[in-house]
């Protein structure tokens, strides 16, 4: 049962995350941006990253990361958490994640 205005949350299975998804993912900047704030900073809550986006582009960036297999989203209280899926994708797709980044930022 949905807790207030939210929907259950859904989040695939990291040998069901895919490749093209990713990459699709963090094609985004701001998607990246928030990929890197997790990395450096740690789980936070949707509302304390600070982009200069509508809440309601935040909430599509968030959901395509997390349909993507890229974070792991829980409520906790009145806010949704974020957590960066870096060990499990770093497992699926060693060093990934690190050299897009990394090439994106050059």
Request: charged residues 30%; neutral net charge; contains cysteine.
């Amino acid at each position: 049962m949905p807790l207030g205005r939210w929907t259950p949350l859904t989040h695939p299975e990291i040998d069901e995350v895919a490749l093209d998804d990713v990459l699709q993912a963090l094609a985004d900047p701001t998607r990246r941006k928030i990929v890197r704030m997790l990395i450096d900073e740690g789980d936070r809550a949707c509302g304390t990253f600070g982009l200069k986006v509508a809440p309601s582009t935040l909430s599509h960036h968030f959901r395509s990361l997390r349909k993507a297999g890229l974070i792991r989203q829980e409520d906790v209280g009145r806010q949704r958490m974020n957590t960066l899926r870096l060990a499990e994708l770093e497992q699926r797709f060693p060093g990934l994640v690190d050299r897009i980044l990394d090439a994106a930022a050059e």
